[in-house]
């Protein structure tokens, strides 16, 4: 567990330096609250779906909570290095007037678009 933990913290620590030097429209206070604010709002998501997926499992109470501890372990990052720096992108865009509200909309959702499309197949 330590080392899953080990990865967890450097995938985050690269997340977090990819994620700031994507955000260059924000003071170094910002930059700092708008991450941290990223990280937690994709554990908490991340969490959310672990314990949907694991509820209607029935196996052994503590071998489902270690591979629920794992998976929110992994899967947190993961979900923070990919879908972050693409929404913080799309928030400069916009704070740039490079794009329409509409248009900022559009594009920082279009990953759940294109996830829910997927459930269909």
Do not use: Q, W
Request: glycine fraction near 2%; charged fraction near 15%.
């Amino acid at each position: 567990m330590l080392l899953i933990l080990t990865i967890s913290i450097i995938i985050y620590i690269i997340a977090g330096v990819m994620i700031y030097h994507n955000i260059y429209n924000y003071d170094k206070l910002n930059k700092i609250k708008l991450i941290t604010i990223g990280f937690i709002s994709t554990l908490i998501i991340t969490v959310i779906i672990c314990f949907i997926s694991t509820s209607g499992i029935a196996a052994n109470a503590k071998h489902i909570s270690v591979a629920r501890n794992t998976a929110i372990l992994i899967f947190a990052p993961i979900n923070a290095i990919i879908s972050l720096p693409y929404i913080y992108n799309a928030l400069n865009k916009y704070k740039d007037k490079r794009v329409d509200e509409i248009r900022f909309k559009k594009e920082n959702f279009n990953i759940f678009y294109n996830l829910d499309s997927y459930s269909y197949i």
